[in-house]
């Protein structure tokens, strides 16, 4: 994949991330995309953080002292993290799922 066709899948994607966290009822974090890091900040100074990594082709995730690589699988249309499996949309829906203590759930774009 090259640089120009890892942006057009890979931008908009964080875009489409904001606004679905920017939708959620009962918001208990704030939501921020800056230079491609979507940063998530919960009322207790916790913070999860995706972002795009260019040189890799990936979409990264820090949460929950966790670590995901997600690469985009274009047969699919989605992000799939290769060690777990995990896909990106449901797997921001779990770890805020569990932050949270409540079901999370996004409107798909």
């Known amino acids: 994949m090259t640089e120009a066709e890892y942006e057009a899948v890979a931008n908009p994607e964080l875009v489409a991330l904001v606004r679905a966290l920017d939708a959620l009822d009962g918001t208990d974090f704030e939501a921020e995309l800056a ?3 979507l940063t998530v900040e ?6 999860y953080v995706l972002n795009s990594h260019r040189a890799a082709r990936q979409i990264w995730m ?3 002292l966790n670590a995901w690589h997600f690469d985009w699988v ?3 249309g989605r992000w799939i993290a290769s060690k777990s ?3 990106l949309w449901s797997a ?3 770890v805020l799922s569990r ?3 409540r079901p999370v759930r ?3 774009r």
Request: cysteine-free; glycine content about 12%.
């Open 106 to 108: 996004f409107e798909r």
């Open 42 to 47: 919960f009322e207790d100074g916790a913070r």
């Open 92 to 94: 921001l829906e779990g």
């Open 35 to 37: 230079s491609d890091i």
């Open 74 to 76: 274009a047969a699919q």
């Open 99 to 101: 932050k949270l203590k």
């Open 62 to 64: 820090a949460a929950e």
């Open 85 to 87: 499996g995990d896909e």
